[in-house]
């Protein structure tokens, strides 16, 4: 149980570091006044698939943690400190300092390193990867908002 917690602790762990660094610039007027995508969601969606996205990483990371061997999980964990690192930079680039294309970058960096975690569950015949393919199709989701937001404004 442990070990679970402590993937909660991380997952959401980055969230708040990301939430604080952005402080409340979504509230202003330079991201109300962007040419967003027709496609994007009220503002309440965004929290609700966060929470969801990171209770279900985390429920992977824990059954995957006691199930492989410290050198198999290696690359794993690996990925797992890129995504963090990535996950918390992606808001105050974009929210805060208003770097969209920089934004773009680290989100398609992101993107990519969960579909190579996606790849090291299946490789590793993990039926829990499933639970990190809601993180792929949101940060998917995610990337063509940046990349609208950089496109049209």
Not at 9 to 14: D, E, H, K, L, V
Not at 26 to 35: F, I
Not at 61 to 72: E, R
Not at 74 to 82: G, N
Request: glycine share 6%; aromatic share 18%.
């Amino acid at each position: 149980m442990w070990r679970f917690l402590t993937f909660l602790a991380i997952n959401f762990g980055a969230l708040g570091i990301g939430s604080l660094l952005m402080g409340s610039i979504p509230n202003n007027t330079w991201y109300n006044d962007l040419n967003k995508a027709p496609w994007t969601p009220p503002g309440w969606v965004f929290g609700a698939a966060w929470f969801t996205i990171m209770l279900c990483f985390s429920i992977f990371l824990y059954i995957v943690s006691g199930k492989y061997s410290a050198a198999v999980l290696r690359p794993l964990y690996l990925l797992f400190a890129i995504q963090f690192v990535l996950n918390v930079m992606w808001n105050p680039i974009f929210f805060r300092w208003h770097m969209v294309m920089p934004g773009l970058v680290v989100i398609l960096s992101l993107t990519i390193i969960v579909a190579l975690i996606i790849r090291w569950g299946f490789t590793n015949h993990s039926q829990a990867t499933w639970l990190v393919l809601p993180y792929l199709i949101w940060l998917c989701i995610a990337t063509s908002l940046n990349a609208y937001v950089l496109l049209k404004n």
